[in-house]
């Protein structure tokens, strides 16, 4: 698990690199994804849950130095978790 998610991340960091501008939408929706993600880990904990949630997190603070670079503002927050009646 932490192979296939460190070579993601270094995949979005390279591919990253070179672009004039990246694409704030994209980098958002990412980082969104990751963040309910992890709050979904929190809620219903397993035995792997901090593994997995220590490889998200490395991939939200990617997305952070990455949405600095670009320009994006926006405030982005996790989404309501799956059962939360929202």
């Not at 070179?18 to 939408?25: L, R």
Request: glycine content about 8%; proline content about 2%.
């Amino acid at each position: 698990m932490a192979v296939a998610v460190t070579a993601a991340a270094a995949f979005a960091v390279a591919t990253g690199t070179g672009q004039a501008a990246e694409n704030c939408q994209g980098l958002n929706t990412a980082l969104r994804n990751n963040l309910t993600f992890i709050a979904e880990q929190q809620q219903n904990p397993d035995a792997n849950s901090a593994a997995r949630i220590a490889n998200r997190q490395a991939v939200v603070d990617l997305l952070q130095q990455r949405r600095a670079a670009a320009g994006c503002t926006a405030d982005i927050e996790a989404a309501q978790p799956a059962g939360t009646g929202g």
